[in-house]
């Protein structure tokens, strides 16, 4: 099991025994039921807020056909040294992220400005 799998196996236990330790020291028993109510809250809480946040401010734009989605995307190459990552959507589209750029690698090699990070964190056209 990789390690992002266990980070979320183990931070809602983590948030909910904190939560129910923390109140338990004020209200005994009645503090450990209400804190893990409250720490499964304030997990679904955090849930929620990263869900849409992804959805607003998706981590890579759609594809240039605008079939895929951010989540569409697979991790074909990174380069550690120049901080370069190749993604490849379902379509079949190579596209190279560099920071805050999104660029597509067509069939013959060469590199084409696709997309960039606004101020904001919209993906906006790079043309």
Sequence with gaps: MSTCCWILLVLPIIV???????LSRCYGFWGWIFGIIAGSFLFGLIQLVLYYGNKKYPIHPSCRNGKC?????NLV???EQRGIFIFCCKCGTKYLQDHSYF???LPDGSIKAYMKR??????????
């Design 77 to 79: 190459e990174y380069d």
């Design 103 to 105: 660029k597509e690698i």
């Design 69 to 73: 989605t951010s989540e569409d995307y």
């Design 118 to 127: 606004g101020r904001c964190g919209h993906w906006q056209d790079d043309s």
């Design 16 to 22: 909910v025994y904190l939560a129910g330790s923390f």
